[in-house]
C-alpha cells in the first residue's frame, strides 16, 4: 500500500484539499498575528499568548468537544465551529483594516477562533476513520499531516510577503476565505458518511465516562501522558520563533521562510514515513522526540537564519514522525462509540497543553532571550525522549483494535428507556484454590466495567461462605447498561468467559436492582425484553432468573 492510496477515495481527497487551503489561511492568521502583535507591544509574553490563544481554550473546552462528537452529529459541530472561526476571522481583517484593533482585542478574537478550534479538532479527527478503510488509516493520518505542512511549506513565507507588503489585514482576509471551502467540502461530504448513531447520554455523564475510559485503559492513559509532556517541552521552538527571529537579525519574511523550514522536514517525514519507521522500527517514537530536542538545542544555539534553517528540517521531521504515530496510535486503541471523547483527550494532551509550553516559553525568553529559552526546553525534550521507554507504548504492529463479532452483536434497544441508577451483581462461588488467579481476573474485568460506563466498582467476599464472592457495579441508568453490553468487544467477552468458568456450582449468577421513580415508573416489560436479549446473545453473566411471561420470543 502506498503512502497516497487514500487521495484515491474521493471523499477524503475532498475534504483534505479544503483542509490544505484551510490550515493555509491559519498560517497566514499566526504569522500576520504574531508580528502585529510584537509590533504593538513588543513582549515576547504578549506574543506566546496570542501564538496560545487559538489551542487554550481547549484547555476548558476539549472535553466537552469530545462528548458532543460522541452525542451529536459530528458534521454538524464540525460546520457550526467553522462559521463561528469564519466570523472571528473576518472581524479580525475588518478591524485590522479599520485601525480598531488593539493587543486585548486581538487576543481575544484569537480566543474565539480558539473556542472553534476546540469544537472542530475531535470531531474532524474522529471522522477520519469513516472516511477511509481501517488498512489506510496510519496513511491517511499522515497524508493530513502532510496537507498541514504543505501549507506549512509555503504558507509563512507567503504570509510574511503579504504582511510587509500589504499589512496585517489583508493576511487575515486570507484566512476569513480559507473557511469557505472548508464548509462546503464538509457539507458536501457529509451526505455520504455512515456515521454510527450518536450515543444518547448527558454531557455530564459522557464527560465522565471519557475520562474513566482513558483512567482504566492503562496503555491509553501512558500515551496521553507522553503526549502531554512533548507538548510542554516542544512548545518553545514555534512559540518564541518570531523573537528569535528578530534576535538574529531576521525580518518577517524570513520568520516565514523558518516556519516553512519546518514545514519542508514535515513533508519528507509525512512522505516518507513507512520508510523511516520501517527502518526505526519500535523506536521510532523515541528516536523522534530525542532528535527533534536536539535539533531544537542546536537552533537555540545558532545565530544566522541561514544556520537555523537545517536545524529547523530535523525539527519538522521529527515532529510529523512523532505526531503522525501517536495519533494513529490512539485511533487504533479508541473504539467507534468513544473515539470523538478519545481524540478530544488526545487534542487536550497536546495542543490544549502546548499553550502552557508556549506561555512557558514566552516568559522564559523574556528573561534569558529566546534563542536560550529554546535551547532549555529543547534539552527537557531531549531528556523526555531519553525516558520514553518507560512509558510501554505499544507499536501500531502490536495493536490488535477492538473487535465485535458480527454472531453477537446487538440490536438497537428501544429509545427512551428510562430509570436508575442501577446495581448489578453477579455472584460466583469458587474453590479455595482459584482465589488468585481469580482476582487477577477480577481486576481485568474491573477495568472492562469501569471504561465501558460503570462508575462504581467493588468485588466482596461473603463473610459467612468464603468461597463465595460478589461483584457489585454501579451504571448511570438503565439505557447506558443496556448501551455498556453493546460496548464490550471481543476481547472482553473472552475475558468474561474466563471468569464465568471459575464458578464450581451452576454457574454465577447476576441480578440487577433498579432504582425506581415512583412518581414516574418506566416501562419494566421492555426492559426487561431486551435485557434479556443481550445477556442471551453477549456472553455476560446468565441471570439470576427471568419471568416466563417477559421472557422474549425465540
Known amino acids: 500500500m502506498t503512502a497516497v492510496a487514500p487521495l484515491k477515495i474521493g471523499r477524503f481527497r475532498v475534504m483534505w484539499i479544503a483542509s490544505i487551503f484551510s490550515n493555509l489561511g491559519s498560517f497566514f492568521y499566526s504569522v500576520a ?22 489551542t487554550l481554550p481547549l484547555l476548558f473546552l476539549g472535553l466537552t468537544a469530545g462528548a458532543l462528537a460522541d452525542l451529536a452529529d459530528r458534521r454538524r459541530v464540525m460546520l457550526y465551529s467553522q462559521t463561528l472561526m469564519g466570523v472571528a476571522a473576518t472581524a479580525m481583517a ?14 481575544g478574537l484569537g480566543l474565539v477562533i480558539g473556542v472553534g478550534v476546540a469544537f472542530n479538532l475531535p470531531s474532524w479527527q474522529a471522522i477520519v476513520p469513516n472516511l477511509v478503510p481501517r488498512g489506510m488509516l496510519a496513511s491517511a493520518v499522515a497524508l ?20 510587509a507588503t500589504f499589512g496585517a489585514a489583508v493576511a487575515f482576509g486570507v484566512n476569513a476565505a480559507s473557511f469557505i471551502g472548508v464548509i462546503l467540502a464538509v457539507a458536501l461530504v457529509g451526505r455520504s458518511l455512515d456515521l454510527p448513531e450518536p450515543e444518547q447520554a448527558p454531557l455530564s455523564s459522557a464527560i465522565a465516562l471519557g475520562l474513566r475510559f482513558a483512567r482504566f485503559t492503562p496503555s491509553f492513559a501512558r500515551l496521553l501522558a507522553l503526549v502531554a509532556a512533548f507538548a510542554v517541552f516542544s512548545a518553545a521552538i514555534q512559540s518564541v520563533l518570531a523573537p528569535y527571529t528578530d534576535q538574529i537579525g531576521g525580518s518577517s519574511a524570513q520568520y516565514g521562510l523558518l516556519l516553512g523550514a519546518m514545514g519542508v522536514g514535515a513533508l519528507v517525514a509525512a512522505f516518507g514515513r513507512h520508510r523511516l519507521a520501517g527502518r526505526l522500527g519500535k523506536r521510532s517514537i523515541q528516536i523522534g522526540v530525542t532528535v527533534f530536542g536536539l535539533a531544537g538545542v542546536y537552533v537555540g544555539l545558532v545565530d544566522s537564519v541561514a544556520l537555523a534553517v537545517p536545524g529547523l528540517i530535523v525539527v519538522g521531521i521529527c515532529w510529523v514522525l512523532t505526531l503522525v504515530t501517536l495519533n494513529t496510535t490512539t485511533q487504533t486503541l479508541s473504539p467507534e462509540w468513544i473515539r470523538g471523547r478519545a481524540m478530544s483527550l488526545y487534542t487536550l494532551a497536546f495542543t490544549g497543553i502546548t499553550p502552557l509550553g508556549a506561555i512557558l516559553s514566552g516568559a522564559l525568553a523574556d528573561v534569558i532571550g529566546p534563542g536560550n529559552a529554546i535551547a532549555v526546553m529543547s534539552a527537557g525534550t531531549i531528556l523526555l525522549g531519553l525516558c520514553v521507554p518507560l512509558f510501554r507504548i505499544p507499536s501500531l504492529e502490536e495493536i490488535r483494535p477492538p473487535e465485535y463479532n458480527e454472531e453477537v452483536r446487538l440490536e438497537d434497544h428501544p429509545e427512551g428507556l428510562e430509570g436508575g441508577p442501577v446495581m448489578v451483581v453477579n455472584t460466583w462461588t469458587i474453590d479455595a484454590g482459584d482465589y488468585e488467579e481469580f482476582v487477577k481476573v477480577m481486576n481485568r474485568i474491573r477495568r472492562v466495567r469501569l471504561s465501558t460506563g460503570a462508575y462504581r466498582w467493588r468485588l466482596y467476599r461473603d463473610v459467612g461462605h468464603p468461597d463465595r464472592f460478589s461483584e457489585i457495579f454501579l451504571v448511570s441508568s438503565w439505557d447506558e447498561h443496556l448501551a455498556q453490553h453493546r460496548r464490550i468487544d471481543d476481547r472482553s467477552r473472552a475475558l468474561i468467559r474466563k471468569a464465568r468458568s471459575f464458578d464450581k456450582a451452576d454457574g454465577p449468577r447476576s441480578t440487577h436492582l433498579l432504582a425506581v421513580d415512583v412518581a414516574h415508573p418506566a416501562d419494566w416489560e421492555t426492559m426487561v425484553a431486551a435485557h434479556s436479549e443481550m445477556h442471551r446473545r453477549d456472553g455476560s453473566v446468565p441471570l439470576d432468573e427471568v419471568a416466563p411471561s417477559k421472557a422474549p420470543e425465540s
Open 94 to 107: 475588518v478591524l485590522t483594516f479599520l485601525d480598531l484593533i488593539t493587543p486585548p482585542l486581538l487576543l
Open 144 to 163: 493530513n499531516s502532510a496537507g498541514f505542512n504543505v501549507a506549512r511549506a509555503v504558507g509563512p513565507a507567503l504570509a510574511g510577503v503579504v504582511f
Open 33 to 54: 498575528a504574531s508580528w502585529l502583535m510584537l509590533e504593538m507591544t513588543g513582549s515576547a509574553t504578549w506574543v506566546g499568548l496570542m501564538q496560545s490563544s487559538n
